[in-house]
């Protein structure tokens, strides 16, 4: 247990002002720790299925296939005849974009493309538009066409179409499905969820995810209601902070007991198109230390046989607390690495402490996302 030493002084660079150095703890303690996630899976296991099975015609269940646990990307059509794309349903982004016949960069040939000439439904704006990703960014004009997921029809739907693509050449997606609010989206646009709801083609302002693990089939995308089949207990209601991202309050980040990050609150994103779980470069980098991870090729590899010994990260959002287990923060790489999923970078993106709570933790907690009285449900996932 090295790892053990150094916690004291992590936890005291990073959250002196709250949490003093810490006794070491008995083997009590940590093996009461380790079983902190069977046991709140247990927990909330007894409880009774929760209240809103959705019996809705107008409730879309949409299969999505998850592409080695680093995407999730399900099938939608757009124009008259149909075009297929595939896409990944992202609530860190609020914008529809696929790739087009107008494009002439490298991943636009390895891609579906959209021919807006051949669709008796498009309408086209001249607005250009410049969108960027954490993995790419695109460039292209806006148009107006019908999309179609799955029995769900979304007429007169605002989408970009890309002229030129770039760092998206070996993506498993040809574009990107934003679900986040409209204040994030190109400006004077209807984010697909809201002409949904705006066209009544689905009664309830709520989607949800359910992130299947390691499996290629399974995961789904709800839209217009709840499915609770695909969730355990009940669902745990937590404000949204500032509705544009899907944006909440969390308490703290703890790790063997010690308050490690967001020691006086932070920010999360709850974020379905990125993969991982996402922080302020210090703290990731403390607790990398912590367990003992080492820059390999560019990756932070643990030894695979140390990585059941790891300790759990305890995520306490509004008053509830969701472990993360080693055996999901780890991942396998395909040549049989242990790599690590924590990723520094977020003190770019805002001033404040904010976090980025990725496929890494939405395949533990099914999400739901209620626009109508904004907030996000989490419980643990079947
Ligand atoms: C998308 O469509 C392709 C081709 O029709 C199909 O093979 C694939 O299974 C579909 N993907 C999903 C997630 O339904
Ligand atoms: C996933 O489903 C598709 C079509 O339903 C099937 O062809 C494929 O074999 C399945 N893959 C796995 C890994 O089960
Ligand atoms: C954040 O921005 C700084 C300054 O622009 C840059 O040096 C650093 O590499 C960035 N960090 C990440 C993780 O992108």
């Known amino acids: 247990m090295k790892w053990l030493g150094i916690l004291g002084l992590v936890a005291l660079s990073e959250c002196l002002v709250i949490i003093p150095l810490t006794k070491m703890k008995t083997m009590r303690e940590t093996l009461r720790e380790k079983n902190l996630l069977t046991n709140f899976l247990l927990r909330n296991n007894g409880r009774t299925r929760s209240q809103n099975v959705a019996h809705d015609p107008k409730l879309s269940l949409h299969p999505l296939r998850n592409y080695l646990d680093l995407a999730y990307v399900g099938n939608i059509s757009i124009g008259t005849p149909p075009q297929q794309f595939r896409v990944v349903f992202d609530t860190g982004s609020a914008d529809l974009w696929v790739p087009s016949t107008y494009c002439d960069s490298v991943p636009c040939y390895t891609h579906n493309v959209f021919n807006p000439h051949v669709s008796t439904t498009f309408r086209l704006s001249g607005f250009t538009v410049d969108l960027t990703y954490g993995s790419g960014r695109m460039v292209g004009f806006l148009g107006y066409d019908t999309v179609r997921i799955g029995k769900l029809v979304d007429v007169v739907q605002p989408f970009a179409l890309s002229k030129a693509q770039f760092g998206l050449e070996h993506a498993p997606f040809d574009g990107i499905l934003g679900l986040g609010y409209p204040s994030l989206a190109i400006q004077g646009t209807t984010p697909v969820f809201d002409n949904l709801k705006r066209r009544g083609v689905i009664s309830q302002s709520v989607f949800a995810f359910y992130l299947s693990t390691q499996k290629e089939n399974g995961s789904i995308v709800m839209l217009g209601g709840v499915d ?111 790599l690590s999923t924590l990723t520094g970078g977020t003190e770019n993106i805002s001033r404040s402490e904010t976090w980025i709570l990725g496929d890494v933790f939405l395949r533990l907690y099914f999400s739901v996302y209620d626009r109508g009285n904004n907030r996000i449900g989490l419980a643990p996932a079947v």
């Open 228 to 338: 609770d089949r695909y969730h355990k207990g009940k669902l745990q209601w937590i404000p949204v902070s500032r509705p544009h991202y899907w944006q909440i309050t969390m308490n703290r980040i703890t790790i063997n007991g010690v308050a490690f990050g967001c020691c006086r609150g932070c920010q999360a994103i709850v974020d379905t198109g990125t993969s991982f779980l996402v922080g302020p470069s210090r703290v990731i980098t403390a607790i990398r230390r912590l367990i003992g991870a080492r820059l390999v090729d560019n990756e932070y590899a643990v030894s695979c046989s140390y990585v059941a010994r790891l300790p759990t990260i305890i995520f306490s959002i509004n008053g509830n607390d969701y472990p993360v287990p080693p055996q999901a923060y780890i991942r396998k790489s395909l040549r049989g690495k242990c």
